[in-house]
């Protein structure tokens, strides 16, 4: 009898360990940790819970200041799980630095894992409101974004978006901003530049066309190059489940005589295109946009590769000013890489949203929607200096206007090109 009831409290036991293994200990309720998760993953994930501790301490501390209550979904395990956890953490920065400043603004932090899935960002959504969300950082990625920003707006909780790019984020929705470019700004920026910096003659194009991101960046692209005199000698496209094979792709760009190949999509498969460019011996002008932001610290890639390639992007982290390397530096030892455009995204929506309350007179002590009025008079009327652009100003369509860095990879680093 004693050997069966130490067998089954034995039993009890090991359930209640897995079961903490499998959860999110860094306010993630409502989710659980994907069971491949990396080690990278896990690193973030435990540099975050301790900069959260930290915030809760620093509230704890100061005692009688109230805080906004401010929340976001993103992809904190699962295949995007980089650029969830980097919005994570440059929003926990952001937060530990305004708290610990004591004054009359004061945030709590909490994020709830959304998978990269629109229906898991809406459950996501629904806990943050059972936790009390007043502020939204909305989703990371484009479809969660538009799905919980339908949410939002009926329920009257102002959100403000570090990347969630597509326009229809915002479309129709006078209480939902974004802090990153819009899809089509993108587009035309890079046709823009290209052409006036005079960087190619006849362009190929490589884009997803499953993804509203990539896709909606090319039409715009394809209409501002017609109009700046670019010709687009190939356009071809790949979707999710394809993104493995572009020599089909790269041999059409490279026998139509492409010098440079446009790629409005983000940095994994853009590694791919560039290692198979190379094994083929074809070596055009690349040129990325946002996206493109990162594929120097993704794992296993040969940044030798990435020489020469030159991105849009609204954050260098090898830039010199003080801002920077305050923020990547404390970025760096906090969670051991160099944050990418949208750890700094993030860290400037934090800082954003501090500058309307400060302007609006808002106190904690405000309802969600009472805030969110708030906001959507505010936003449009303040001007903005953050990591990723100095003077931004929104309009009432929650569009932000900011100026793109050109930069280009020299020595496996990002170097300013204007």
Known sequence: ??????????????????????????????????????????????????GQDAASDESASTGSTAAFKLGGTAPLTGSAAIYGNAVMNGAQIAVDEINAEGGAIQFELKYEDDENDPEKAVSAYNALKDWGIQLSLGSVTTKPCEAVATEHNTDRIFGLTPSASSTAVTEGKDNFFQICFADPNQ??????????????????????????????????FAEEAEAKGLEIVSATTFTDASSNDFSVQLTEARDAGADLVFLPIYYQPASLILKQ????GYAPKFFGVDGMDGILTLEGFDTSLA????????????????????????????????????????????????????AAGATADMSAQDLCELMVATF??????????????????????????GMVIENGAYVGMD
């Open 307 to 358: 020489e020469g390639v030159m991105l849009l992007t609204p954050f260098n982290a090898d830039a010199t000013d003080e801002k920077t390397v305050n923020f990547v530096t404390k970025y760096q030892e906090l969670y051991g890489e160099i944050p990418n455009q949208f750890a700094a995204d993030a860290y400037d929506c934090v800082y954003a949203y501090k500058a309307a309350l400060e």
């Open 1 to 50: 009898m004693k050997k069966a009831l130490s067998f089954v409290l034995t039993a009890v036991m090991c359930a209640g360990l897995l079961a903490g293994c499998g959860s999110q200990t860094t306010g993630n309720s409502a989710s659980s940790a994907a069971p491949a998760e990396t080690a990278a993953e896990e690193t973030a994930e435990a540099a975050s819970e301790a």
């Open 187 to 220: 587009g035309v920026a890079s046709a823009d530049y290209i052409a006036d910096q005079q960087l190619g003659t006849k362009v190929a194009v490589i884009y997803r066309n499953d993804d509203v991101y990539s896709s909606g960046i090319y039409e715009r």
């Open 277 to 280: 460019a190379s094994d083929m």
């Open 380 to 405: 449009p009327t303040i001007t903005f200096d953050g990591l990723t652009g100095e003077g931004m100003t929104w309009d009432a369509t929650g569009a932000v206007s900011k100026s793109p860095k």
